[in-house]
């Protein structure tokens, strides 16, 4: 469970970091705390389907691949996340 929390919190961080975000936008755009945002991000507290979904809409991301990252559900084997993103963007022309 440390791992896979503290692989979401990785890649959260790069997603931030990706968009040139600080930890106060994101959290803003997904309409959580800025402490629920730093939690996750350093690793010190676990995160549940809801907090997936308002990030992953904050991100315009599908949810499935957030819920993915944090471990809440199990990848597809017969898609990738990049695929996912794709699929996800396409839909939303």
């Not at 503290?6 to 040139?20: C, P």
């Not at 755009?29 to 549940?48: D, H, V, W």
């Not at 997936?52 to 904050?58: D, G, H, M, R, Y």
């Not at 957030?66 to 990049?82: M, W």
Request: one cysteine or more; proline letters at 4%.
């Amino acid at each position: 469970m440390f791992s896979e929390m503290n692989d979401f919190s990785n890649w959260l961080n790069d997603e931030i970091h990706k968009r040139g975000w600080s930890q106060n936008q994101l959290a803003k755009k997904a309409g959580l705390s800025s402490g629920t945002i730093s939690n996750i991000t350093s690793g010190n507290r676990g995160i549940g389907a809801e907090t997936c979904i308002a990030i992953a809409k904050a991100l315009k991301l599908p949810e499935k691949i957030v819920l993915q990252k944090a471990g809440i559900i199990r990848p597809d084997p017969d898609t990738t996340p990049t695929l996912e993103e794709l699929n996800y963007k396409l839909s939303q022309l």
